[in-house]
């Protein structure tokens, strides 16, 4: 008797699996079709780029979506925070390279955000340097010479060129103060020289 009902929770799950796999299979063809559509007017308005009938409205709907600035510099100054951290470890490689990473971030918010692009590179002139041949006290000046005295000297005056830019284009609430200690997901081991 047992052998037998057994047989039948089998059976009876096997059915209940079909009909449920049924129902979800039927409904979510609709929504995939519709999904499918989407993606292929989208698409297709992308392709349309170049064509005259690529009207204004649809770049500016392109603006419109963007990342604010705000939300840019969120990653700025998370990157600018690891940079401080790298170079206090000794960790030269890892500061420059997030240093190299907050430049790419501040180019996306010079196309994103055109307003602010002038005082962006102005900014990343004055405080941050070049990849190439930076200006003396900038912080890729102090990287490449790795020397954190330098660094901690031109990292406390792009500190305050944030601040002023902030202050400057009216939103002086809106500070940078660098934590006591690293909030980061990262880990700031020293350099294989300096182990």
């Known amino acids: 008797m047992a052998g037998i009902f057994k047989r039948f929770i089998v059976v009876l799950v096997v059915l209940l699996t079909i009909q ?3 129902y979800v299979f039927m409904n979510l063809q609709p929504i995939l079709a519709q999904t499918t559509q989407t993606y292929t007017q989208v698409q297709t308005w992308i392709n349309s780029y170049g064509d005259p009938d690529f009207t204004d409205d649809k770049l500016k ?7 604010g600035l705000g939300v840019i510099m969120q990653e700025i100054g998370r990157r600018f925070t690891a ?3 790298a170079a206090r470890a000794g960790n030269w490689d890892l500061a420059n390279y997030e240093l190299k990473e907050l430049r790419e971030a501040q ?5 994103t ?3 602010r692009k002038e005082a962006l590179i102005s900014f990343e002139e004055s405080f941050l340097g070049g990849a190439e041949n930076p200006t003396e006290g900038t912080l890729q000046d102090a990287i490449n010479k790795k020397n954190f005295v330098a660094f901690n000297k031109s990292f406390k005056s792009a500190a305050n060129g944030c601040n002023g830019c902030h202050q ?3 939103f002086p609430f809106i500070k940078y103060r660098l934590p006591a200690k690293s909030e980061l997901p990262l880990q700031f081991p020293l350099n294989e020289q300096n182990q």
Do not use: H, M, N
């Open 83 to 85: 940079i401080f951290y």
């Open 113 to 115: 955000r055109p307003k």
């Open 107 to 111: 180019e996306v918010a010079e196309i």
């Open 20 to 22: 449920v796999g049924s």
């Open 61 to 67: 709907v392109l603006g419109d979506i963007q990342p």
């Open 168 to 170: 400057s284009t009216g």
